[in-house]
């Protein structure tokens, strides 16, 4: 929950308030729109009183972009002036003058609007620059960049609004089309199916009416949240209109609601924050190095002893597991850049696209100061998943706080409170996050150095017996993995914006332009490949058996309006398999254009040709390629992102059109070349030791283990949104799959792994 609340009693800031995650772009738009058009207006003050009394400074002014578009207008619009009588008996008459409201001239508009192109949070210096150019005060242009700002998330988050509307539309006719097939079926009097055949209702039809029931559910319990509608009433949570709802704010939900103020949010997060200090900065005994991995594993006996106590929860989970780690890191991007990354819940969700599945800020308790958020804090939710539909997502409710430590030391730290989580259904509450995050420090040459500690607390669920070392170890959501993620997405970012690229890492591309959109279509393919092949709650995994004995899970979805991908049905098959094989050699091997035929069988026997082979990183398996593969009849080009970091490895690919990859090439716009993404997710399987494994390294044989090897294919089977899978599709993406992964043991020999 979020709370704003101004230190002047007068003024009344509303703020939107967000409880579910899935509905929080339904509610942005409550309280928006009476305050829109205020970005390009300024109030002047009245002339100070050279009487008795005192003094005061007010404006009316929407002086925070995050603070509310609202405010109550009372004598705060007024100000006293005093005068002495032309008579000269010395008493004094107060009139309260009305102040003038101030329209900044066309030239002032495009001389700000252009500086706001280049920087919507300018500097001290920058301000004070720009109001002397323009004949203003300071405060003025402070105060235009804060109402612009305003403006633009504003319009923004209707247009979110609008989107999510239609959704909901298209949910309801599914839903209306479905109720309507089953009356058919169904006798009217005595309810029971009139034919077997009729009476037969499709698995998309069964998960139409969970997700609908589902939905329903949850606004059910919005509205009793809110306190504005009670269970059962029609009135739409986003259509009000009423007095008393406008006036009111997130810090009277967050304490009438949740017992919480906003006094107390802040004691929690500082305790939190103490703790994650400690957590990073200390030694022995509280953290111990293994000797045999390496790592450094947490004294929890230590930990109760000397923390525990302090910030102790009063819910705890049944049959609950600890899971913490700690990692220290290099990361080559400015403190500014990593710390939007945190604060920016877009941003943080992609950065950390194999880790995060959704994410969203439920709402903002505070602000934070300009222009790093220093003090800033966030109620939010995220699913963490693994690449895999074999292992549960996690997901979990905590708040973010921001704070600066020092001139060169800022923390995040990310911690559940009970008084949220009482008010979600206990069921989904599965994953607490203890004290977490990690400490920064700038070090002023455009890198900063990271210190990550994970600390979870989680229910114990079933997970197949191929993952269970690699989650119990900590490792599939521990430190390392944030830290090994955020160092790759960090590279990457300074690769794409490197201006002075030697002419090896960057092959087949003759312009900065084109570089810079081959690399940035290929960013949105592999985030598009780790989106469809998780366990999030976005699909719905059904199992089968291949012909070689491998499990197989295959999902559907429709794309209906998405220019990025191909419009129509899609059907993704997954599956994973642990294989006796060093994850170097592995990655390896699935990368080399020139071993392709050994596995892809869409192509097999036709020769792969790199036309294009562009860096993205200092290890030489960072890199973006474009492959043309010939054949007797036609040619086919496939763009192929590789990358690789020291917890997991990937190759997405992906065929593309010719005639659209070339535009790209040249520097066109990549956003609307649809793309369909296929590719392997390659991690340790959790064992440190392991013999008998396949490792080009002679001294790493004794200590590298296997690799667990998650492959998905992704296929276009119809152009009809009302498509339904096939017999035939799912027998074709089974043998593709069952082919290409014994394709794969073959060629590294462990055929009886």
Not at 10 to 15: L, Q, Y
Not at 107 to 118: D, T, V
Not at 639 to 663: K, L
Request: glycine share 6%; aromatic share 6%.
């Amino acid at each position: 929950m979020g709370v704003d609340m101004s230190n002047n009693p007068s003024t009344s800031r509303t703020k939107d308030f967000f409880v579910s995650p899935a509905l929080s772009l339904s509610l942005a738009g409550i309280f928006r729109d009476a305050g829109a058009a205020a970005a390009n207006m300024e109030v002047e003050e009245g002339d100070e009183g050279s009487g008795g009394g005192g003094q005061r400074e007010d404006t009316a002014e929407i002086s925070s972009e995050n603070s509310g578009l609202l405010r109550s207008r009372s004598e705060d619009d007024f100000e006293g002036e005093g005068e002495h009588d032309d008579d000269g008996d010395g008493d004094k008459k107060k009139k309260k003058k009305r102040k003038k409201y101030h329209r900044h001239t066309a030239e002032q508009i495009r001389e700000m609007e252009a500086l706001f192109k280049e920087s919507p949070h300018p500097d001290e210096k920058q301000r004070q620059q720009l109001s002397k150019q323009l004949g203003l005060a300071p405060r003025q242009v402070k105060f235009w960049f804060q109402n612009r700002r305003t403006q633009i998330k504003a319009i923004q988050e209707r247009h979110e609004n609008s989107l999510l509307k239609s959704e909901m539309e298209k949910l309801r006719e599914e839903n209306k089309a479905m109720r309507e097939q089953i009356n058919k079926a169904c006798c009217p009097n005595c309810g029971t199916a009139t034919t077997s055949q009729d009476a037969a209702v499709t698995t998309d039809e069964q998960q139409l009416k969970i997700e609908n029931a589902r939905l329903k559910t949850e606004v059910e319990k919005l509205r009793a949240t809110l306190g504005k509608y009670p269970p059962g009433t029609a009135s739409s949570p986003s259509c009000s209109t009423g007095k008393d709802q406008d006036s009111r704010s997130s810090l009277d939900f967050l304490g009438g609601i949740f017992g919480l103020k906003k006094s107390r949010v802040m004691e929690i997060v500082n305790e939190a924050m103490e703790e994650l200090i400690k957590m990073a900065t200390a030694g022995e005994p509280l953290w111990i190095r293994s000797v045999e991995t390496g790592r450094e594993i947490l004294n929890y006996d230590e930990y109760v002893k000397e923390l525990s106590a302090k910030n102790s929860s009063k819910n705890v989970l049944p049959k609950r597991s600890i899971e913490a780690s700690r990692e220290t890191g290099v990361v080559f991007v400015d403190l500014p850049r990593l710390l939007q990354c945190f604060t920016d819940v877009s941003q943080w969700k992609e950065t950390f696209p194999c880790l995060i599945s959704k994410a969203a800020t439920v709402d903002v308790i505070s602000d934070g100061e300009d222009p790093n958020r220093n003090g800033a804090v966030q109620l939010m939710f995220a699913e963490l998943q693994m690449l895999t539909p074999m292992v549960p997502t996690r997901e979990v409710y905590f708040v973010r706080y921001c704070k600066q430590l020092s001139a060169e030391q800022w923390a995040i730290v990310d911690v559940s409170i009970d008084q949220v989580e009482d008010n979600i259904d206990a069921s989904l509450v599965k994953c607490r996050k203890r004290p977490s995050g990690c400490i920064i420090e700038d070090k002023s040459n455009g890198h900063c150095k990271v210190i990550w500690v994970e600390h979870l607390e989680c229910q114990k669920a079933t997970v197949h017996t191929m993952y269970r070392s690699i989650i119990n170890s900590g490792l599939a959501f521990g430190a390392r993995h944030w830290m090994a993620t955020l160092q790759l997405q960090c590279e990457r970012l300074v690769f794409f914006m490197a201006t002075n690229v030697p002419t090896k890492d960057s092959t087949g591309v003759a312009t900065l332009a084109g570089r810079k959109s081959i690399l940035k279509l290929a960013q949105r393919m592999t985030c598009s490949f780790c989106q469809a092949i998780g366990a999030s709650s976005f699909h719905t995994w059904t199992k089968v058996s291949s012909k070689t004995g491998e499990d197989i899970r295959i999902s559907s979805r429709k794309n209906l309006n998405d220019p990025g991908e191909p419009l129509g049905l899609i059907l993704c098959a997954v599956s994973s398999i642990w294989l006796p094989v060093s994850p170097h050699v592995l990655f390896d091997f699935l990368r080399d254009e020139a071993r392709r035929n050994e596995w892809d069988i869409m192509f097999r026997g036709d020769q792969t040709q790199s036309i294009a082979n562009l860096s993205k990183g200092q290890d030489r398996g960072n890199a973006v390629t474009i492959q043309t593969i010939k054949s007797k009849e036609n040619s086919t080009w496939i763009i192929q992102d590789s990358c690789t970091n020291a917890y997991e490895s990937m190759v997405v690919y992906a065929p593309v059109d010719i005639t659209g990859m070339q535009s790209v090439m040249t520097g066109c716009d990549s956003s609307n070349i649809a793309i369909l993404p296929s590719g392997f997710s390659i991690l340790p399987d959790g064992l440190e030791s392991r013999p008998l494994v396949i490792t080009s390294r002679q001294d790493e044989k004794s200590t590298e283990a296997g690799s667990l090897l998650t492959m998905a294919f992704q296929i276009l089977t119809s152009t009809s949104t009302t498509a339904k899978p096939t017999v035939e599709s799912v027998d074709s993406v089974n043998t593709i799959i069952s082919c290409t992964l014994r394709n794969i043991k073959t060629s590294l020999q462990c055929e009886d792994g």
